[in-house]
Structure formats: C-alpha cells, structure tokens
C-alpha cells in the first residue's frame, strides 16, 4: 500500500502530525489532512531525551517531557508547531553542578542558576497526559505531577505519593517509572496511572485519593491460578507495561503488562486474560480502536531478547476484545528484523479507516491506514524512539 496514494472519504479531516520522542530529542512528521506527503522536522528541544510528548487538537500545542541524568527533568512547549520552544526546568542534573565551577559552561546550556522547583527529587519526564484543563505529567521515580497553566509551573499530586502501598513499590528493569496516565473525556477527574512496577492506581476525585486496580476476576477459570503475573492475592502482575481505555464503552481497559494483555470491563477492578493466541505473552504497547471497543493491536516480542518472535515483525489485531488473534504483516520487515517497539511507542487516530503508527528502536516510524491491515515505513534513520503520539488539530 502506497501510503502517499491514500485518499480520504469525503468529509473535513483534521491535520494531522505523529510527535515521535527520542534518545537524541523530538521529532515531527507531518502528513496533512490526507495523512499523505510525509514530512519529518527535528530533532526539537536541545537535543534532550524525549519520553513523552501530547498535543492540543484546538490550540496545536505541543508538550515534550523527558530527561536524564545529565540535563534532570523537564517539560518543553511549542505553540507555533514546532518552530520555537520554551524549557520548562524542574529538577537538576549533573550539568547544574559542572555549571556551578565553569560560568562558560552554565551559559552554553542556558542555566541561569534559579532554584528549580523539585531540586534533585527525579530525573526525568516518563508521561504527559491533558484532562480537562489540567495538564499531568509522570515521572521517574514514579511520582505524578500536575499544573494548571499550560506546563509553566507544576506542583505535586500528594494524594498518589503518600498512598498506603507506597513502601511496596518496586523498580522494574527500566526502574520505577510512571508511564501512563489515561482519563474519562466526559469526566475528567476520573484517571487512571500505570506503574512500573507497582501496578494501576486509579482516581474518581481528580487525584485527591487513589485505589490500586491490580485485582484478577472471580472467574473460576482462575481460581487457584499460578500465573506469573497473579504473584499472591489473586492480584495481576505489578509490572503494568501500557494501559489503554476503549473510547465510548464505559470504563472497558486493556493492559499489557510483563506476562500478557488483560481486558477490565469495570475501570480497573477484576482484569481477565486475554493472551490466549498470541505467540507470546510478553510485549510493551496496546492500542484500541477510536470507536470500535473491541478491536485493539499489541506488538508481541520474544520474552528475553525483546525482539519480534522468528524476527519476522508482526501487529496482532483483535476484533473481538482479545478473544481471538490475527497476526498482521503486510508491509513490515519479514526476514531478520530485530527491532524492539516501547511501552510508549504505539498510537492511533481518529480518522476513517483508523490509523495505527509505532516507532522502533532502530529508529524506523511504521504507519497502518487501514487499521493495520497493510503498513508503510514513514521515516526512517532516526535515534531510538522512545515514544509516539499523534496530534489532530481541528
């Protein structure tokens, strides 16, 4: 399928833009109204690690959250698409303490030695994610933030810190990271987070208090389970990889997580195994149809070494909740593909047919027009994707 021949039914459709985040900063690859012509722009925002990014479909503004080490946390704004962007700092790195000792180094990064508002407390930016009027982001180690004004400035959402479990959490191989934050568009007070690897923390009160969601059904196919991911308690496993609600069907969630893809039909309380017919369990991205509850694509990878399973990659589509399984390939690498695809590195849009993009670690961006039927490499050559996201602007 030749993504540059696609053209869409009649009807407007909004502009689209895929905001790709990498080791070596953002990227953005424009493809109109027509999702056509494909045009990539970066790398954006210094240079920094880009974990996250989320837009604005009414405004077209875009935030970048990232970090590391080096530069500490951060959140980056552009309001003109992509052409400036102005630095929100939020905690230090190791480039703070060089810039104290050289003044020539401190004006190179543009430090200008103000107080930052979370001193050392986390190193990076994991997940962004606008509510309402409210703009959330997630960090690591696992802490929630949120602010008001458009990410100028940010405090802390204690009602997650100082839940009672806290002292249970525990790191999972790329530490504990707060990488996902979904909510209700009707009610925006209604959130969910994925931790890794603590679990799914859930909020009806805009997070002045929390519930941890973690809990298997009473199903009695599971009773007695020893599945690895139900380590005690009849609970699923904590190492929640990617979280996703299913838009206009109440509170019906998928997760992928460490050992399989789970389905919740009641926001989060009793979750039931929907792994059945995938080559594995293992795997980090879930997407989920715009309007379809029930249909929804994983990426399966090989447990150990996080490549795809034969080194043939595949999407596996569902379109019936998870209940059967069909392995789509048209258009991806089918002969030594090793590439890995991140928690975060899988989005959709809203278009008709729905579109489907994932970034690898090999720097390549796929895009499926029709639902993942078929898929075309939209960009190529670029640093590790870490993230991708998509922005409609209306």
Known sequence: ???????????????LTILVGTTKGAFLISGGADRSGWEVTGPHCDGWAINHLAGDP?????????????????????????????????TEGQMDGWAKEEPEMAAMF?????????????KQIWSLHRAGDTLYAGT?????????????????VEGL?????????????????????????????KMWVGISAAGIFATE??????????????????????????PSGGEVGHCVHNLRRAPGAGDLLYQQNHHG???????????????????SPFGFPVQVHPRDPQMLWVLPLEENNRVPMDAAAAVWRSTDGGETWEAKRDGLPQKGCYFTVLRQAMAGDTAEPAGVYFGTN????????????SWIEVAEHLPTVLTVEVLERV
Do not use: C
């Not at 021949?5 to 459709?13: I, L, N, V």
């Not at 690591?140 to 802390?156: I, Q, R, V, Y």
């Open 140 to 156: 690591k180690p696992a802490s929630l933030l949120k602010s008001t004004d458009d990410g100028k400035t940010w405090e802390l």
């Open 161 to 189: 810190t100082n839940h009672p479990s806290r002292e249970e959490w525990s790191p999972g191989g790329a530490g504990l990271v707060l990488h996902t934050i979904i909510s209700d568009p009707e009610d925006p007070k």
């Open 261 to 279: 893809v789970w389905r919740s039909a009641d926001g989060g309380r009793n979750w039931e195994e929907r792994t059945e017919g995938l080559p």
């Open 110 to 122: 543009g430090i200008t030695g103000e107080k930052l508002p979370f001193g050392t407390d986390f």
């Open 1 to 15: 399928m030749d993504i540059n021949a696609y053209q869409p039914k009649e009807g407007d459709m909004p502009e």
């Open 58 to 90: 009414k405004t077209g503004t875009i935030w970048a959250g990232g970090g590391g080490d080096f530069h500490g946390a951060g959140v980056f704004r552009s309001e003109d698409g992509g052409k400036s962007w102005e630095r929100t700092r939020l």
């Open 205 to 230: 009160d805009g997070g002045e208090t929390w519930e941890r969601r973690n809990r298997m059904t009473n199903a009695a196919a599971h009773e007695g389970h020893d599945h690895p991911a139900g």
């Open 362 to 373: 090999s720097g390549s961006v796929f895009a499926s027009l029709d639902e993942g039927e």
